[in-house]
């Protein structure tokens, strides 16, 4: 089996928005067209999930709960000061100073957000048991397998003392937990199955919506497991020649806010 065939966890999650999406970026290797929302989008998600991952580490730095929040604030202006050079590759031409005084006001909610959630849990269980329970065990862990055909990057792992994927979501949030990263969550939790021979399936995963400071489960049913399989196979039907329609999902809004709707309609 080529290599070509391993599908990536996050392409389920893009054919979950749209296969034709799938079909534009792996195969035809189209980048989503230049817009300012879009920049927008990508500074604002390196700055949420990069404090998202830093979190544990801070608290381990301090011992007195009333420094949460000039920790938080700190760190936060450090990744503003580092993300350029750290993501330069990634950011390119963007004009990132540009976004920054709003996004960093944005921000400013979310961290009042996770100090009071963390002041929370220090005071009700202390300082080791708090930081144990937001310690990651591993922090963007690749992980493949042949056998499901599938590879990918786990935002983060948990134990306890089964292993717990954890997808870092930091753009809009529903009501409960997109289809799309249902499946990247549980496709994970799948692959480390695979990746440690576990005995045990691993009963659940989390979505982090950053911007509401909520951890959501993510039950992986066996109905569940299924549809990752079938989206996999259905985008390795498109590696092999499959062309999907324009706006197969019936849903103009999607194709409104799709990076591609300039060029997808032209093909
Ligand atoms: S413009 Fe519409 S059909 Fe084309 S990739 Fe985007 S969402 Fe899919």
Redesign the pocket.
Known sequence: MGYKMMVQVSSLNQYS??P??VY?SKILKLKPEFSLERSRGLISHIIRRELSIRQSKLLGKIRDVNDLNSTLLGELDRILEDAPHIYRGLLGEVEYNRYIPELRSEILHEIEAMRDRLRFMIEEIGFEHALNIITPWRVEYTVRSKKLRLSGRIDKIMRNPSYIPVEIKTSSVPDGIWAGDRLQTCAYAMLLEDKFNLKEPIPFGFVEYTRVQEKRPVMTTEQLRRKVLETRDEIIDIFNGDIPE???HGNGK??QS?G??GQ??DI
């Open positions: 928005f749209c034709r999406a534009l324009i706006c197969p999607k194709c799709c591609y709707k997808c309609y």
